[in-house]
């Protein structure tokens, strides 16, 4: 398991529930169910699926501005001091030349009208309705990005949870060898026929295995909250795994054939694109800025204009009014700033290309490592078998020898120990073996294969 994931499961210890297998009521589930689960209720993957949904609305609001824009306007202007206007001398004969002087409008205007607009052509309008759909396909490929980490991460934290289940059982043998060999030897030290020294080896030994035993258990209640975690699982519910630590996850024989072509198959090769597309399109809206833009609008309006009071006055009179017309702007010259910001998008193009062709490279890296793995834990397995199956005759030859007062204790403790340790390291053999074939469904873009 990650530094990352043992946090996690350090940090939900203070909750952990007692060994699941305890519990009669525990909701038993092997890794497709646990999978499964994982995909329903996982919060990343709800993240991402809401995420998905936010770039469809998104996809409508752009849509919408292409479409007519209706609005229904309306105002009421009280004028409390109105504007005076000089008037030429002719206008005014009494007063000898000198300006006519007249204040300008009426105490009140009222107006109610409808407007309507509609983009006719604006090239940024259309390559802008085609980044947000593209957009949203790229939402939609990160959710299976993010379904890709919880299948794997799952899978990791159920076969770690399996590999410390196994591990009781040796602990338990082992526990119960010792119990009688103690019981035995406290019966013979009773009649003389061993030292007392010898009633504490087994003791001693016993004891730390307990410990062992205790440690495995925090362990093992860490993980079990690490795959509740993954799963979206409340911490309080008890469930109970039914696969087998050397379960074969893979279908076919594992090859390098055809890792070139698994890479453009993958999740993370797919946003790489996406992001390629999209960039393009920012270059393509920039460069739509260079074209012109045409819109329509429309208007009718009543519009009143008196003096005296604005409310309840018979004296108001309402006049009709309306307009058409075209409306069209150019662009001429900006600085070059648009050609900045293209030359600025196609570096980050180039950028890029170059994370896509560092992705294919890790790509075959991953799957090759994956393999490697694949044949050394075999490799492993098949030698740590051989190595429990010797520790496990010296110990039944050393336990013989013991009862024939042909060997010493500390001979048959020894040996005890070495089968102990011999069958720990078989346990993790398997589980590195798990990790990599998970590894490489990963890899070869097929962990969704584990949900069937």
Not at 17 to 42: F, G, I, S
Not at 125 to 135: E, M, Q, R
Not at 143 to 152: H, N, Q
Not at 198 to 218: E, T
Request: aromatic share 8%; hydrophobic share 35%; charged share 20%.
């Amino acid at each position: 398991m990650s530094t990352k994931h043992l946090l996690i499961g350090l940090a939900l210890f203070c909750m952990s529930p007692a060994m699941a297998q305890n519990q009669p009521n525990a909701k038993e589930l092997d890794l497709q169910q646990a999978v499964n689960y994982a995909l329903e209720n996982n919060e990343s993957i709800k993240k991402a699926s809401y995420d998905e949904l936010g770039a469809k609305y998104q996809v409508n609001e752009v849509r919408a501005t292409g479409l007519p824009q209706v609005d229904i306007k309306g105002s009421a202007v009280r004028t409390l001091e109105k504007s005076m206007m000089a008037l030429p001398a002719d206008f005014n004969p009494e007063k000898n030349g000198q300006p006519y002087i007249r204040p300008i409008g009426t105490d009140n205007v009222v107006q109610a009208g409808l407007s309507v607009t509609q983009l006719l052509f604006n090239k940024s309008y259309f390559v802008g309705l085609k980044a947000v759909k593209s957009g949203e396909d790229l939402y939609r490929i990160r959710k299976e990005m993010a379904t890709e980490d919880v299948i794997y991460n799952v899978g990791s934290a159920y076969y770690q949870v399996l590999q410390t289940k196994e591990q009781f059982n040796s602990i338990n043998a082992n526990l119960d060898k010792l119990n009688q060999l103690e019981k035995i030897l406290t019966l013979q030290y009773k009649n003389d026929l061993v030292k007392k020294v010898d009633v504490n080896r087994i003791k001693v030994s016993k004891i730390n295995l307990q410990n062992q035993k205790q440690n495995l258990q925090a362990a093992y209640e860490q993980q079990l909250n690490v795959l509740k975690f993954f799963m979206g699982m409340p911490l309080d519910e008890q469930i109970a795994l039914k696969g087998a630590a050397d379960d074969v996850l893979l279908t076919e024989q594992p090859t390098m054939a055809g890792a070139e072509e698994i890479a453009t198959e993958r999740a993370q090769f797919k946003i790489l694109n996406k992001q390629k597309e999209l960039k393009s399109l920012e270059i393509e809206n920039i460069r739509a800025g260079y074209y012109p833009s045409l819109a329509a609008f429309g208007s009718y309006n009543y519009q009143s204009q008196y003096d005296g009071q604005m409310i309840g006055n018979d004296a108001a009179m309402w006049f009709p009014n309306s307009q058409v017309g075209l409306q069209v702007n150019i662009p001429v010259f900006d600085g070059l700033r648009k050609k900045s910001q293209v030359q600025q998008r196609q570096v980050e193009l180039k950028k890029l290309d170059l994370d896509i062709q560092q992705y294919n490279k890790n790509t075959q890296v991953e799957v090759s490592n994956a393999l490697s793995q694949l044949g050394n834990s075999q490799n492993n397995i098949s030698a740590q078998q051989e190595n429990v199956k010797l520790a496990q005759e010296v110990y039944d030859t050393t336990n013989k020898l013991y009862k024939e007062a042909l060997a010493p204790l500390s001979d048959l403790l020894n040996a005890e120990t070495a089968l102990r340790e011999a069958m720990t390291n078989l346990n993790n053999e398997k589980l590195k073996y798990q990790i990599a074939q998970l590894s490489y469904l990963k890899a070869k873009g097929n962990l969704e294969s584990l949900t069937k």
